[in-house]
């Protein structure tokens, strides 16, 4: 069995009390670090341990935390980004759905050592039950001293609280978060300055995905030498997965960084291979943005070399044979699907979510959308293949945000891997069409052979 | 049963109980920025004005909280889990990204469609359903789903959604509500 250091006892009865969480170990962390470490030596281990931003950029959260100003007489803010909404990702959502406490108790830990005295988790509205299966454990915390004035008799104060959205993709991006925050539009703010110097109403604020959080607990437990001898190369520790699609077993995985795509893929600890014996035509490993991986660059990197479950593998080759490790949103095509049907819909989420501020990405994700979905439909021109091209480059790294790219690079990626499928799209309307009036009643029928 | 919807000018309150919790959410937040409660005072107005957010509804919520009507309502029509339109009792909110596409939403929601017989925000004659085609929900692993009020509804099938709709019209389905908690 491979080791899990985050839902090792997520499957335990009743492990969402505090009762039990705390008989299993839990808060361990806390005791440790306020009790014989200071906050910068927490710092230390975190920077030690390597881990990496678990929200999709994959930034050494160690680094991220030493870049926090501290000006005397302001205070310093940790949030949480529990805003989890990139499609293909729910691991969040199951870590706090089982186990608040260990996001608590990583809240704690972590807010002690950026020197922050009240800290918020922004969790997405549509996950309405857990704010209150959080709140809870909140309230637990507090009756059991571990959040309120003088934690342990350390002196050192916190208040947490946690903040609900109200159904925007954008506010996952960090600076829309504070802006949602602060009760306004989740327009992202130019940068910079960065929240490190001035986030949460203009003042110093770190903001961490719930994993990334989550992490510091066995980090500080265990140390952060030991942390990073699990995994590969810079991709340390262990990382939860989502994984969907065509598969026999979706759900979220806790996986070592060592491990290779295929492993994961085909073997029945994980997702136990694809559904009703059928092959495997694509693979978006990270999320929706990331891009698309064709079937023989799934499990083999261009090079031959076996593709592994880490940062630096799942990138290796760049955008032209490579993708990204992301959020962690594993999601699996099997040979019936259409890709060209799979990429529209994507975009329409992206030109859904574009925030409105800037007009490459407001008028590029809407444009992209309109014509996939007239290829889809059997009304495209060949030259519309080009043209999607040409509007993802005129969007990407042009925007104030990352939404911008995000919705550009899986078009890019599914016209690298797949444009003869595009062109199919074009050159039989008519069979286009009859799939798609066929929907209701009939499978999508295949269109390229894998 | 269900009471009509009131309309844009039909007068909104808080209830006591409601207007003391978002009195209190506002101090989550450091002396003067009550205003960041806004997102969860929405909610709780949505909820008590019948699933919607009127003009008079979010007026409400900005003399709660203290602002000034322009900042609620600019607020209320960013986030698409706010509804500007009245709604049906239950809202039957499909999935319709990616991974649910894969695993079958679109013939889910075109079968729930069919049944009800009204097409997207639509409300059904009888004011019981209205269905919405949301953005992903992060069920992708259980799809496809739906969410209805605060509960997932995964692994939807015909089935399933027959007998969830003959429970909702028996008034057997509990919405789960910000009361609850």
Redesign the interface.
């Known amino acids: 069995m491979a080791r899990k250091l985050l839902l090792e006892h997520a499957q335990l009865e009743g492990i969402s009390t505090y009762e039990v969480y705390r008989k299993n170990g839990g808060y361990r962390a806390v005791e440790k670090a306020l009790k014989t470490m200071s906050p910068d030596a927490v710092v230390e281990e975190v920077k030690k341990s390597g881990l990496r931003g678990r929200g999709g950029a994959g930034f050494p959260t160690g680094m991220k935390w030493s870049f926090l100003a501290k000006p005397e007489g302001v ?1 310093r803010y940790l949030v949480c980004n529990a805003d ?7 691991k ?2 199951y870590l706090m759905e089982k186990i608040p406490h260990l996001l608590i108790e990583g809240m704690i830990t972590a807010s002690y050592a950026l020197g922050a005295n ?1 800290s918020y988790i922004y969790i ?6 857990i704010l ?1 299966i959080l ?2 454990a909140i309230s637990e915390a507090y009756a059991a001293g571990w959040l309120g004035k003088n934690i342990l008799g350390s002196g050192y104060d916190l208040d947490l ?1 946690v ?7 954008i506010c996952g991006e960090e600076t829309a978060l504070l802006e ?7 327009n992202p703010r130019i940068k910079p300055p960065f929240p490190a110097i001035k986030g949460l ?1 203009q003042s110093p604020t770190v903001v961490n995905n719930v994993e990334t959080i989550a992490a510091v607990v066995p980090i500080i437990n265990e140390g952060g030498d030991e942390y990073a001898k699990i995994g590969t190369g810079k991709s340390t520790g262990t990382k939860l997965i ?5 598969i026999n077993k ?3 995985y806790e996986i070592e960084m060592s491990i290779s795509v295929e492993e994961f893929l085909y073997s029945d600890e994980w997702c136990g291979g694809i559904k009703n014996g059928k092959k495997l035509k694509a693979c ?1 490993p990270g999320g ?1 943005s990331v891009p698309i991986l064709p079937h023989f660059l799934v499990c083999k990197t261009a090079n031959g070399e076996n593709r592994m479950m880490t940062y630096e593998s799942l990138s290796d080759g760049g955008f032209a044979t490579g993708s990204m490790l992301g959020s962690g ?1 594993f ?1 699996v ?1 099997d040979e019936d ?1 259409c890709i060209v ?2 990429t529209w ?2 975009s329409r ?1 992206y030109a ?2 574009s ?1 409105g501020q800037c007009s490459p990405c407001r008028e590029g994700t809407s444009w992209m959308e309109k014509v996939l979905h007239r290829m889809e439909n059997g009304q495209g021109k060949m030259s519309d293949i080009d043209l999607l091209t040409d509007v993802a480059k005129n969007m990407e790294g042009n925007t104030i945000c990352p939404l911008g790219d995000a919705a550009a690079w899986p078009v890019n990626a599914a016209i690298r891997h797949f444009r003869e499928e595009f062109e199919w799209h074009v050159k039989e309307p008519k069979l286009c069409l009859e799939r798609n009036y066929g ?2 009643h009939e499978p999508v029928a295949n269109t390229i052979a894998v | 049963m269900h009471a009509a919807p009131t309309q844009n000018g039909t007068p909104f309150q808080y209830s006591e109980a409601a207007r003391a919790e978002v009195l209190g959410l506002m101090k989550n937040y450091p002396e003067g920025r009550g205003k960041s409660a806004i997102l969860r005072a929405l909610h709780i107005a949505q909820e008590e004005n019948h699933g919607w957010l009127s003009v008079a509804a979010m007026d409400e919520v900005a003399a709660t909280l203290g602002i000034t009507p322009i900042e609620v309502y600019e607020v209320a029509s960013f986030y698409s889990m706010f509804n500007l339109q009245p709604v049906g009792k239950y809202v039957l909110e499909f999935c319709h990204t990616g991974p649910c596409a894969i695993e079958g939403a679109e013939r889910i929601i075109e079968y729930t469609k069919l049944k009800l017989g009204i097409g997207k925000n639509q409300i059904t004659p009888d004011g019981m359903f209205t269905i919405k085609q949301v953005e992903c929900l992060g069920a992708c692993g259980y799809a496809p789903m739906m969410q209805v009020g605060e509960f997932y509804h995964e692994h939807l099938t015909e089935n399933k959604i027959d007998q969830f709709i003959e429970d909702c019209r028996a008034g057997k389905i509990d919405k789960g509500t910000w009361k609850m908690h």
């Open positions: 205070p989890e909404s990139e499609p293909g990702t729910f969040d959502r009240t997405r509205g549509e996950y309405s039950w209150f709140e809870k609280y903040n609900i959205g109200a159904g925007a993709y949602s925050l602060e009760g306004k539009r989740g109403w989502s994984a969907s699609g065509n979706p759900g979220v978006v929706s949103g999601i095509y699907q049907r799979n819909n994507f989420f859904h979510e925030c929907l209701v």
